[in-house]
């Protein structure tokens, strides 16, 4: 599960930095520092991971109850899992946006600025 989340997440943002070459390269055309950039995709990454987290946590709890019977062991809403499960995942979010924020820093402004 952390593979498949970790692979989805960089999927994401793979595709977002895709689709924001332009502005991208427009933002460092007209002086952004290469640290400016990284921070703007990581931060919307772990926003976006964060959202999710978020949304994944509530739904834990709201239907534990019904999942009861399958875990083992282990209390339904038991909140040292929870918490374990959503740092780890946290983790992995923050790790997954590093690849497409150096992609991000190194698009040459002149060639995006000609894409279409």
Avoid: H, K, M, Y
């Avoid at 950039?37 to 109850?65: K, M, S, Y």
Wanted: aromatic letters at 2%; a positive charge; charged letters at 15%.
């Amino acid at each position: 599960a952390l593979v498949l989340s970790a692979a989805g997440i960089f999927g994401v943002l793979a595709g977002r930095v895709a689709e924001r070459t332009r502005e991208i390269g427009v933002r460092s055309a007209v002086g952004a520092t290469p640290a400016r950039i990284v921070r703007l995709v990581v931060g919307q990454g772990v926003r976006l991971a964060a959202i999710g987290l978020a949304i994944g946590a509530v739904g834990t709890l709201a239907l534990g109850r019904l999942l009861a019977g399958l875990l083992f062991e282990v209390t339904p809403n038991d909140p040292w899992t929870l918490a374990a499960v959503v740092a780890a995942l946290a983790a992995v979010a923050a790790a997954a946006c590093v690849i497409p924020a150096q992609r991000a820093v190194r698009v040459d402004p002149a060639v995006a600025l000609r894409a279409e």
